[in-house]
């Protein structure tokens, strides 16, 4: 396996369309962090990874460092920017009911039909967001409209919990639920 022929990856003009965001744990990154640009969410740090194509037609990554961008010649500000607009054009947030995505990891259904039970006794239930076909769906934190717009075609409000840098969970607000409740359901999801 090699890289594409004529691929440079010190060509900004050539790398800027190839720029995205990635989420990582910052606790468990301390030492990449030292290295990288980024920016942080929470616990979360927001870093820079550039695409490398491969002749196979695959493609693989690797972290934008501080010597990387200088090279480029460009700001944190410039690279933030760039990958902000790269990462809203090429993913595509996709936004489930825990149960489908429970589901497709294979938990038992009566075990999804016992939290369907208690969930909707506060005719409430929880969604996952995450991005169709990326194991980095905890980019879905910078894709804030989409959640808007999920909200606002269902008329709700929602608490948004990063469950890990993977999905965010999606929970209708209601003022029927306690902090207790809220604390369940994340530990419950969570636990799967």
């Given at each position: 396996r090699s890289m594409v022929k004529g691929f440079n990856l010190f060509d900004y003009e050539q790398m800027k369309g190839k720029v995205i965001f990635r989420v990582v744990n910052c606790e468990k990154n301390e030492e990449l962090l030292q290295n990288v640009p980024y920016r942080r969410l929470l616990d979360l740090a927001v870093i820079c990874k550039v695409l490398i194509p491969f002749d196979d037609g695959l493609e693989g990554c690797m972290q934008v460092t501080h010597g990387l961008m200088n090279t480029w010649g460009i700001t944190k500000e410039e690279l933030f920017e760039r990958a902000e607009e790269n990462t809203r054009r090429s993913y595509k947030v996709q936004i489930r009911p825990v149960a489908e995505v429970l589901q497709?990891?294979?938990?038992?259904?009566?075990?999804?039909?016992?939290?369907?039970?208690?969930?909707?006794?506060?005719?409430?239930?929880?969604?996952?967001?995450?991005?169709?076909?990326?194991?980095?769906?905890?980019?879905?934190?910078?894709?804030?409209?989409?959640?808007?717009?999920?909200?606002?075609?269902?008329?709700?409000?929602?608490?948004?919990?990063?469950?890990?840098?993977?999905?965010?969970?999606?929970?209708?607000?209601?003022?029927?639920?306690?902090?207790?409740?809220?604390?369940?359901?994340?530990?419950?999801?969570?636990?799967?």
């Open positions: 497709g990891f294979g938990v038992d259904i009566n075990e999804i039909e016992r939290m369907i039970c208690e969930q909707s006794k506060m005719n409430k239930w929880m969604y996952v967001a995450d991005v169709a076909a990326s194991n980095g769906g905890g980019i879905c934190l910078l894709l804030k409209e989409k959640m808007r717009e999920f909200a606002n075609e269902h008329n709700m409000d929602l608490y948004i919990i990063p469950s890990s840098i993977h999905e965010l969970i999606l929970i209708p607000k209601d003022e029927k639920l306690s902090k207790e409740q809220l604390l369940y359901m994340i530990h419950e999801v969570n636990s799967h």
